[in-house]
């Protein structure tokens, strides 16, 4: 079982930026896909994006294209998301997610906050 360790979650006002980081554990790293979905207070979780484990293959949610930027390092056995021009709207908890998308098997990371005040 592979254990995810995000970090990387705060306030901050809307227009700023933050980076998440997702830290995994285990030697198949590089072979899997990332990915980070966010779930807002009532609100189903949603995905955010993805990256394919050479870095080629990336998906973006629509809201969040143009302002969010996934990648990974896969010396490090870590996930990024740099979040830039943040929104009210993305206040959310984070998660990264080792593997293809729900219902395929995967780890879920704990989760990190992340408030945009307006």
């Known amino acids: 079982q592979v254990q995810l360790v995000e970090s990387g979650g705060g306030l901050v006002q809307a227009g700023g930026s933050l980076r998440l980081s997702c830290a995994a554990s285990?030697?198949?790293?590089?072979?899997?896909?990332m990915g980070w979905y966010r779930q807002a207070p009532g609100k189903q979780r949603e995905f955010v994006a993805s990256?394919?484990?050479?870095?080629?293959?990336?998906y973006y949610a629509s809201s969040v294209k143009g302002r969010f930027t996934i990648s990974r390092d896969n010396t490090k056995n870590t996930a990024y998301l740099e979040m830039n021009s943040l929104k009210p709207e993305d206040t959310a908890v984070y998660y990264c997610?080792?593997?293809?998308?729900?219902?395929?098997?995967?780890?879920w990371g704990q989760g990190t906050q992340v408030t945009v005040s307006s």
């Open positions: 997610r080792f593997g293809l998308p729900p219902p395929n098997l995967g780890s």
């Open positions: 285990g030697s198949t790293f590089s072979k899997n896909t």
């Open positions: 990256i394919s484990g050479s870095g080629g293959i990336i």
